[in-house]
Structures are given as C-alpha cells and as structure tokens.
C-alpha cells in the first residue's frame, strides 16, 4: 500500500505570496493532519481533516486554513506569506475517529525570501 | 493543555550499545496515546513504536522498546544492539482520543557512532 504523498516536495516563494500545498492519504485512511516543523518552534498541530470537514485546529492566525475533498486528499494553503513560515509542512493520515496512529508523507519544504 | 519534554537534546553512543531517550509528560487525561517517532536526515517521519496508556504491559517491536510509567508521566525509549541506522532525531509524541493532534517533544538528536 502506497504511503502518504505531498507535493510540491520544494517550495520557493517570496513575502506576499501565497502558496498551496497538496496531500493524499494512505488509501483507506479518512483523517488527514497538518503539522509545522521549524527550529525554533518544532512541530506544530496545524489542523486535522475527516470528511471533509475540520475537527481541530491549531493555535495559528487564519492565513493558515486548509480543505478536504472527498477522496481524503487534503489541501492547505498559506496567504500573505510571511519570512517566518519559512518551515517543512507535514502531513499524517489515520483510519478514522479515533486516536489512530498517524503515518507521516515526506514534507514540503517551504523557503520565503 | 498537555505538554511533552525530552529533556536530552542529543546523545551519541557506540554502535551495538544501548541507549534510552526520555520522554516525560503533562496531562489530566486518564486515556490516551505515546508515541516515539524517529526522523533521519531525509526528514521523513517514521513510527518507532506506541503505547496504549490503559495497558501496563510496556511495548516492544523488535529492538525498541518502552519503560511506561503512568504515575510518573513518564515514556522512555530504549534502543538496544543500537546500529549505524538508528542515527535520526527521536519525538515523543502525546496523542488524546478523539483530537487527532500529537503535541510533540522537542526532540533528541541521537549518533550511533561505528
């Protein structure tokens, strides 16, 4: 079985912009979860996704916001781009409702100039 | 709200030793999850090994395994007959049910030197 995927694995922007990042689940797997890792901040919950709808959400401002579709992928996107989200984005999938394991893609990472 | 530390930053060992990474945390949940996670240089997350806080028996998978103790919040992982693989930044990770979110350490940066 497939792991998790992201895309774009590298991302090169510059403040103002805004960017979206891309993940598809383990096949089967409905949850999706959002996570920032940075030096100075380590990871980070960013939001988690099941059916489409948003169950939880980190403590981020609201440039920060993400979607799901009914396939599981999962979208997030990032506006108004900043120096300081400067970070690798990454995505975990679980089954379902409750506190399944998570299983981590590769990561974005993500530079601002 | 929980709160994961690992109070080692890094470690460095000879291979085939062992090594435990600490891992102590803050919560008022009586059910939840732990997780160790590891992540090598290619920054790919993997999953080491997970604990079910209402089992007392203490998790194994092959050369990994954890000293759980529930009263003390604490969740440490031993790694023995460490190899030259085992080189990665080690996250203890806390999980409640029903929240799909881990709250993370700070990590430990573990070297398995030959």
């Known amino acids: 079985k497939a792991g998790v995927t992201q895309t774009p694995r590298y991302l090169i922007k510059t403040r103002g912009q805004q960017v979206t990042l891309s993940c598809s689940p383990i096949s089967g797997h409905r949850s999706v979860s959002w996570y920032q890792q940075t030096p100075g901040q380590g990871l980070q919950f960013l939001f988690e996704?099941?059916?489409?709808?948003?169950?939880n959400k980190g403590n981020f401002p609201g440039r920060f916001s993400g979607r799901q579709f009914s396939n599981s992928r999962s979208e997030m996107n990032v506006s108004t781009l900043e120096l300081g989200d400067s970070a690798l984005y990454l995505c975990?999938?679980?089954?379902?409702?409750?506190?399944?394991?998570?299983?981590f893609g590769p990561g974005t990472r993500l530079l601002v100039l | 709200a929980q709160t994961v530390t690992q109070s080692q930053p890094e470690m460095s060992v000879q291979e085939a030793e062992t090594v435990t990474l600490s891992c102590t945390y803050d919560?008022?949940?009586?059910?939840?999850?732990l997780f160790w996670y590891k992540q090598p240089p290619s920054r790919q997350m993997i999953l080491v090994i997970r604990?079910?806080?209402?089992?007392?028996q203490n998790a194994t998978e092959n050369r990994f395994s954890v000293n759980f103790q529930k009263a003390a919040k604490s969740f440490s992982l031993k790694i023995s007959d460490s190899q030259l693989g085992d080189t990665a930044m080690y996250f203890c990770?806390?999980?409640?049910?029903?929240?799909?979110?881990?709250?993370f350490g700070q990590g430990t940066r573990l070297t398995i030197n030959p």
């Open positions: 604990q079910e806080a209402y089992k007392q």
């Open positions: 990770a806390f999980g409640a049910p029903g929240a799909q979110k881990l709250v």
């Open positions: 919560t008022s949940e009586s059910n939840y999850y």
């Open positions: 996704y099941f059916s489409e709808t948003q169950r």
């Open positions: 975990a999938s679980s089954l379902a409702s409750g506190l399944e394991t998570q299983y």
